[in-house]
């Protein structure tokens, strides 16, 4: 799969939480405008993956990483490496909705703020934009300087996505951004990742398997914190070669 | 038949069930109302006795009038160069407390690692078990000595002087309070933050902290109300003329405030003059400060409470943690018109304070606003963050210091003849024995007299009471006196027990006088205890067939005994530490017998420091002696408190 399109390249990652040891020796590469699903048993490492992407990890105590990830040709993990720059080119959203207290016109300003935008009708316009890709606008622009505390679960998630296509990042990273939500709400997050994958790199952590089947290109198949099996998604899917994978789709455990 | 012999053994059985729970709730309604008209009583002899000085000066000249001279031939009773005072030392210690604990708590929650944070938490929490004389100690002997040489003043005792201590007392109150709010906005908003690429400043200085706003808000709120309410400190180091500085900014001269003023002057006055109710008088205005700190504290928290999060089981915690300083007030009515115009001049006196300081901190935030278009975010961290390790070096260094210079300075004087004789040459030689066993008399005594009363009352509000008016109105007085300012209790046990009850100046007298003065904060941390046991294990036991007390005594107490043991830890060191309340209730200077009845007066560590420091010249080893064994005494019980505390947090979770 090594063609020249590949925007992540992770090689002989390992992490530890204290003694645990939380991934194994993981390497795959990550195409671009594709949508990228992980997916596997609880506890498998598939989150605490995709939060090396960005960095994350910083934020656990005792967490300790030994590899490599390099995102276009630089080594995110390199000594002096900036994790709010990586960040800001590598979004996330969050499993559960997490919307800061102020209004949903602040939510989505945040970022470009503090990225040092600070004209007003600039901020109008990329609040505008980033609600319509997030497929949000028509459902709130009526009530931007309300708090986002009000909006539904399915909304709040919405708008976390719109809060982060507002710093126009590269890469996308979605943390089972659908495991709080209700299937309504889940359906419109699906279709909105189709939009968003003409755009962007999209990594998404899923419990469900007919998700990922859904909304992905590739999919890697995780288990206890190896990458048990990686490739197209169809192939992993209709013909898996490793039998712990077999075994994981048909529901044999789980 | 079998069956019949069992039917009739079981009825007695029953009886006797029914009736041991109706003992015991009996017991623990004796408990409730006992406090209950405690609490109400010193409210109203406050009061009462305060009346003929309104009366008699009309409550707009007491409040206005600018001279206050009781002493003259035509005594003139005005307090407002004390008010002013007590504004002005406050205002002072805001303006240096605020700044530096809000760096403090945003370095404790966000920036320390574990490790650290772990070592400048409880640091921080024994600085607030540090006792106001020791505080009043060193800045007499150190803070007010450096002043003098620095402005070249003729002396040192100045509204600066009190401020800065005030500021040092303040800080504990204030850094645990925000950095509770600070640590308990949800971990979700920072993650948020940072993977938009935002610096940890930006995510803390334009999430976290406007998130933890309102917390940090109740956290100046009640520093605030311990700065107002602080007697021996203040009286120690502020000069205690009672004039407005002229010009008003004039931070060296010397100031009066409310407390120090019934801490100097009660001991001398006549209980049948205008003077005697005029020092009542100032006692309602403190209790009227209290109330206005008290609703202000609560109208801030009611905000934090409905303001709801995505995740207000993280927020759960801190709500915990705040209730236990204080529950709404909004029931309390006062019942006089005249009271209601005390209530307003206070809270205008008080929203002044409130302004210039919100005025001060919201410059502060412009200016870095303002460095924020100019500079990039990693430098703008870099600043913010040195300025936050600055603001933390500063209060570590203060901890230090005084540490320092008592420890250092005490302890040669630490000797077991110290420790086991008695004073001589006026507590210049000799040692501090009667005065280390007439503490822990009184500690003894108050502890006894006030924890079966405040745990059974309680148990009586939480388990057995519905939550209504009564419990509300019953919990807004015990806040209301939790608030007090303890020379307030002092007063109230110099004028009923000692004079009124005909007690005189004895051990009875200072253990009844402490024993009021913790009362409240143990029913509120009882209560508080008892709230966190979850309701679904009282039905979980009820659906058993348990009674009412096989409930409480097996199912509530023993998770909240942790709690419960905690709060009682914490009153003991408090009233060991306290001086306001027993110096005219139980205590003399010097001794040299032990008391032989309650009826006896006793020496006390916190009494005989007072006074080494401030009446008797070329104490200087004494002094340290004694600083240093009521250290030790006060901030060992605390020391053992947070580690109750620890032990059971890390054992208990829910």
Redesign the interface.
């Known amino acids: 799969m090594s063609d020249n399109t590949s925007l992540l390249t992770i090689s002989g990652l390992n992490l530890w939480y204290g003694e645990t040891h939380a991934l194994k020796n993981i390497s795959m590469e990550i195409q671009d405008k594709k949508v990228t699903a992980l997916i596997g048993p609880s506890g498998c490492g598939k989150s605490t993956l995709i939060r090396c992407f960005n960095r994350m990890n910083d934020l656990v105590n005792g967490c300790r990483i030994d590899g490599t990830v390099r995102f276009h040709e630089t080594e995110i993990y390199a000594d002096g490496a900036d994790p709010a720059e990586l960040r800001r080119k590598i979004g996330m959203v969050f499993q559960k909705p997490n919307p800061f207290p102020k209004s949903i016109y602040e939510n989505i300003a945040y970022g470009p703020r503090i990225h040092g935008i600070n004209d007003r009708a600039k901020l109008d316009g990329i609040v505008e934009t980033s609600l319509k890709k997030a497929a949000l606008w028509d459902e709130v622009k009526d009530r931007l300087h309300h708090s986002a505390m009000g909006l539904s679960g399915g909304q709040q998630q919405r708008l976390c996505i719109a809060r982060t296509i507002a710093v126009e990042p590269e890469v996308i990273l979605m943390d089972e951004p659908c495991s709080a939500l209700d299937p309504i709400a889940t359906a419109k997050i699906e279709s909105l990742i189709e939009e968003l994958k003409k755009q962007y790199c999209v990594i998404i952590v899923t419990h469900n398997m007919q998700q990922a089947a859904r909304v992905s290109d590739y999919t890697g198949f995780m288990y206890m914190g190896d990458l048990a099996e990686f490739g197209e998604t169809v192939q992993i899917f209709e013909n898996p070669k490793n039998e712990l994978t077999e075994n994981y789709i048909t529901g044999r455990f789980g | 038949m079998p069956g019949m012999s069992q039917h009739t053994a079981r009825i007695p059985e029953l009886t006797r069930v029914r009736l041991k729970e109706m003992a015991i709730k009996t017991i623990w309604f004796l408990c409730a109302i006992f406090a209950i008209i405690t609490i109400f009583f010193i409210l109203a002899f406050l009061i009462g006795n305060a009346y003929p000085a309104f009366q008699e000066i009309g409550i707009w000249n007491f409040l206005t009038g600018t001279s206050w001279t009781p002493a003259n031939v035509n005594p003139e009773y005005g307090i407002y160069p004390l008010i002013v005072g007590t504004l002005l030392v406050t205002l002072g210690a805001m303006i240096i407390a605020v700044p530096l604990s809000i760096g403090c708590a945003v370095y404790i929650s966000e920036i320390a690692?574990?490790r650290i944070k772990s070592l400048i938490k409880p640091a921080i929490e024994l600085l607030s078990g540090i006792p106001s004389v020791v505080f009043g100690f060193f800045g007499l002997i150190i803070l007010t000595n450096w002043l003098r040489i620095l402005f070249d003043i003729p002396t040192g005792e100045s509204w600066l002087a009190g401020s800065i201590i005030l500021a040092i007392m303040a800080l504990p109150t204030i850094i645990s309070i925000s950095e509770d709010a600070i640590s308990s906005v949800?971990q979700?908003?920072?993650?948020?933050?940072?993977?938009?690429?935002?610096?940890?400043w930006?995510t803390i200085s334009?999430?976290t902290t406007?998130?933890a706003l309102s917390g940090i808000t109740a956290a100046i709120i009640l520093g605030i109300g311990r700065a107002i309410g602080e007697t021996m400190a203040v009286l120690m180091v502020a000069g205690n003329a009672a004039i407005i500085p002229d010009p008003i900014w004039n931070v060296l001269s010397p100031v009066r405030t409310l407390t120090a003023t019934l801490g100097i002057e009660m001991g001398e006055v006549s209980t049948t003059s205008l003077h005697y109710n005029a020092l009542f008088g100032i006692a309602v205005v403190l209790l009227v400060i209290a109330l206005v700190v008290n609703i202000l504290a609560t109208v801030v928290l009611a905000r934090l409470r409905t303001?709801?999060?995505?995740?207000a089981k993280t927020c759960e915690g801190s709500k915990n943690g705040f209730r236990s300083y204080l529950t709404p007030v909004e029931d309390l009515v006062l019942p006089n018109v005249s009271y209601i115009l005390i209530v307003l001049a206070a809270i205008a006196a008080f929203i002044v304070a409130g302004l210039v300081a919100t005025i001060v901190v919201v410059a502060i935030l412009l200016g870095i606003q303002v460095l924020h278009?100019q500079v990039s975010?990693?430098w703008m961290q870099r600043i913010a963050f040195s300025l936050i390790g600055i603001a933390v070096a500063i209060v570590l260094f203060s901890l230090a210091v005084i540490l320092y210079d008592i420890i250092a300075n005490g302890l040669p004087y630490l000797t077991w003849d110290f420790l086991t004789e008695a004073p001589s040459n006026l507590g210049r030689s000799g040692g501090i024995f009667p005065a280390i066993v007439g503490t822990l008399y009184l500690v003894a005594g108050a502890i006894l007299i006030a924890l079966p009363i405040g745990i059974g009352a309680a148990i009586y509000l939480t388990e057995y009471t519905l939550e209504g008016r009564m419990t509300k109105i019953i919990r807004a007085g015990a806040d209301l006196l939790n608030g007090t300012p303890s020379i307030v209790f002092g007063l109230f046990g110099f004028a009923f027990l000692v004079l009124f009850l005909n007690f005189g100046v004895s051990l009875i007298a200072g253990q009844v006088t402490l024993a009021l003065m913790i009362l409240p904060t143990i029913i509120r941390t009882t209560e508080e205890s008892l709230k966190t046991v979850p309701q679904s294990l009282r039905e979980g036991s009820f659906a058993l067939g348990a009674t009412k007390w096989q409930t409480i005594r097996r199912v509530v107490l023993p998770p909240a005994m942790p709690g419960i043991i905690t709060g009682t830890i914490l009153s003991i060191g408090r009233a060991a530490g306290e001086t306001a309340p027993i110096m005219f209730t139980a205590v003399v200077f010097s001794s040299r017998f032990l008391p032989q009845s309650l009826f006896d007066p006793v020496m006390a560590l916190p009494y005989h420091l007072f006074i080494l420091s401030t009446n008797i010249p070329g104490a200087s080893g004494a002094k340290y002696g004694t600083a240093l064994v009521l250290l030790l005494l006060v901030v060992g019980i605390y020391a053992i408190a947070i580690a109750v505390r620890s032990h059971y947090h890390r054992k208990l979770r829910w």
């Open positions: 690692s574990p949800p979700e908003y920072r993650e948020g933050s940072l993977a938009l690429g935002a610096t940890r930006q334009r999430v406007p998130a303001s709801a999060t995505p995740s278009r975010p990693r």
